[in-house]
């Protein structure tokens, strides 16, 4: 109840005209983009004539985020709000419901045809942009909806569309040639929770993880014993550690492994949920995939 409370405080003071003052106070639309991945296309997309403000700062974990006052303040302060959906962003789509139709939000993952989703005990994975290629998909989602907020750049964002369907397909063609060098056996990715699903099935990987699609998902020892028994049934010598989950986890499964006689590698860092030290979403897939195919070649 209380948080209810704080939420209609906030909207009395957005209505009363007590808002704190945002950069919508510019010539520009602002645009509030959930995670570091949707903020990166809606920018490419939009170019000059919008600002994007970030839900989830950079380099956090969307799986625990949690609305505060000052967030629902700048969600109703902002044009649009562009978020994944599909329980990614933790209490995100909880936030929305309480504030109604104040600001337009549209959700990416609603935009998916069905048979393109992935789901695992009837729960569905939202970590769609792990295929480059159904990114596409969102890149034409997110310029229709500039263009409706604002159709006189109508030209400018269909511009821009084309310049990052071309860099997606450039992308998707330099992902799939590296996978080439992992001998089909070695493809196998097992990572702290379950992110991959989507790279996996687009780019012929064996996806693993200890924790389910949340990184909030509990973690049994029973889990971690029946994941090191398919390791072993497989022969998989090398685990993955993920930017915004806590290594211990991981960590665990190669100590149990070891006690078991069965010795596996970290074979480096991958960005599941966040673009970290890249800047783009080109860079960071790359980051990806290469980091995958370091460890899991023969080179």
Known sequence: MKKIYLVFIILLFVFTGCQVKTIKDKDKSVIMCSTEVIDDLVRAVGGDFIETSLAIKSGNDPHSFSATERDII???????IVYNGGGLEGRLEWALSKIGNITPAVSIIKNIPEDKL??????????????AMLWKSVVTFIADNLVKMNEENKQVYYQNEEIVLYTLTSLDKYIKEQVAL????????????DAFAYFGKAYGFETLSIQ???????????????????????NVDTIFLEATVPARNIKLLQSTLKARGHFVKIGGTLYADTLGH????DKMMRHNIDTIVRALSNK
Do not use: C, F
């Open 74 to 80: 700048r969600i109703t302060d902002s044009s649009l």
């Open 118 to 131: 992935i789901y695992k005990d009837k729960v569905l994975n939202p970590h769609i942009w792990h295929d």
């Open 182 to 193: 992992i001998p089909k056996e070695k493809r196998v990715l097992v990572t702290e929770h």
């Open 212 to 234: 389910g699609i949340s990184t909030y998902s509990e973690v049994y020892s029973i889990d971690i014993n029946e994941l090191a028994d398919i390791l072993i049934e497989k």
């Open 278 to 281: 890249n800047n783009t979403y």
